[in-house]
């Protein structure tokens, strides 16, 4: 069965740094992409990122309103997905899920961040 | 960046009765390779989202057959054949032909 759990996620004062981590089971998780997509209180589901497999070069995509702020990263031989995150804003604050592939066809349950002072 | 547009953004329904989500993209979402990467998922209330149709009309693993995608280009719809009560929820339309990835603003599905 596929699994994905994130974690990591919490309270943290504007222009903090936070790392979430996703944590991957019942697939090889190397051989796939993973995503990163958040969701506001109350609002639509915004994508944050993507990370390409190993074998499509482990490359990077952002959307521009993370942009130079965030980071994915993954590492195959633990099956996790990383998304750090600097500088962050209030408008950050989100339940933050990860997903499997470019076609979202997994989800975890979300973490939630909360970036206020 | 595509912009994905839903309609209607509320659909109430009655239940054993048909509903449908229209999604219009702001350009044609066919992609070099041939495909078009067109997908539909459903978010319950309290739950995260979970995919139900990728490439227009493959329905997911799992996902009931009351359940159908179709369109081509910029517009497309999903169907509900008979609307259940598990079926309450937000539907959003996707794009991953282009990055960008979008999504529309969701459709609310609720019981009459």
């Known amino acids: 069965e596929v699994q994905l759990v994130e974690s990591g996620g919490g309270l943290v004062q504007p222009g903090r740094s936070l790392r979430l981590s996703c944590t991957a089971s019942g697939f090889t998780f190397g051989d796939y992409a993973m995503s990163w997509v958040r969701q506001a209180p109350g609002k639509g589901l915004e994508w944050v990122g993507f990370i390409r497999s190993k074998a499509y070069g482990g490359t990077t995509e952002y959307a521009a309103s993370v942009k130079g702020r965030f980071t994915i990263s993954r590492d195959d031989s633990k099956s996790i997905a990383y998304l750090q995150m600097n500088s962050l804003k209030t408008e950050d604050t989100a339940v933050y899920y990860c997903?499997?592939?470019?076609?979202?066809?997994?989800w975890g349950q979300g973490t939630l961040v909360t970036v206020s002072s | 960046d595509i912009v994905m547009t839903q309609t209607p953004l509320s659909s109430p329904v009655t239940l054993g009765q048909p509903a449908s989500i229209s999604c219009r993209s702001s350009q044609s979402l066919v992609h070099s390779d041939g495909n078009t990467y067109l997908s539909w998922l459903q978010q319950r209330p309290g739950q995260p989202p979970r995919l139900l149709i990728y490439?227009?009309?493959n329905r997911f693993s799992g996902v009931p057959d009351r359940f159908s995608g179709s369109g081509a280009g910029t517009d497309f719809t999903l169907k509900i054949s008979r609307v259940e009560a598990e079926d309450v929820g937000v539907y959003y339309c996707?794009?991953?032909?282009?990055?960008?990835?979008?999504f529309g603003q969701g459709t609310k599905v609720e019981i009459k």
């Open positions: 490439k227009i009309s």
């Open positions: 996707t794009q991953a032909t282009q990055f960008p990835r979008t």
């Open positions: 997903t499997r592939g470019s076609s979202l066809n997994y």
